[in-house]
């Protein structure tokens, strides 16, 4: 089992910027895949980040791409998504998500641990 849990969500305003952690404990070494992910009032689940740490590639999405960087510190165990420029559109609850492969397609992205989520709210 993976434990994951979020923080550093907040209220901001446009052009902001906020920065994320997803601390992670249990099993990680069984994390070949983490993300971040969000899901804004009244519609689905995106991906907003994920990297394969095995392969090293990292899928953005577009909307995101420039504004946002996922990294991580081994030594804690931490993901972090450093958020900038950020728009009123990116308001969504943040979750950080990890497993063995990510699969778009798939239920949950095919990620089997899911953390409880941040709240990220961007005014006008």
């Known amino acids: 089992q993976v434990q994951l849990v979020e923080s550093g969500g907040g209220l901001v305003q446009a052009g902001g910027s906020l920065r994320l952690s997803c601390a992670a404990s249990?099993?990680?070494?069984?994390?070949?895949?983490m993300g971040w992910f969000r899901q804004a009032p009244g519609k689905d689940h995106e991906v907003v980040v994920a990297?394969?740490?095995?392969?090293?590639?990292?899928l953005y999405a577009d909307s995101v791409k420039g504004r946002f960087t996922i990294s991580r510190d081994n030594a804690k165990n931490t993901v972090y998504l450093q958020m900038n420029s950020l728009k009123p559109e990116d308001t969504a609850v943040y979750y950080c998500a990890s497993g063995a492969r990510y699969a778009s397609s798939s239920p949950r992205y095919g990620l089997d641990y899911w953390g409880k989520g941040t709240l990220v709210t961007v005014s006008s």
């Open positions: 249990g099993r990680t070494f069984s994390s070949n895949v």
């Open positions: 990297i394969s740490w095995s392969g090293g590639s990292t």
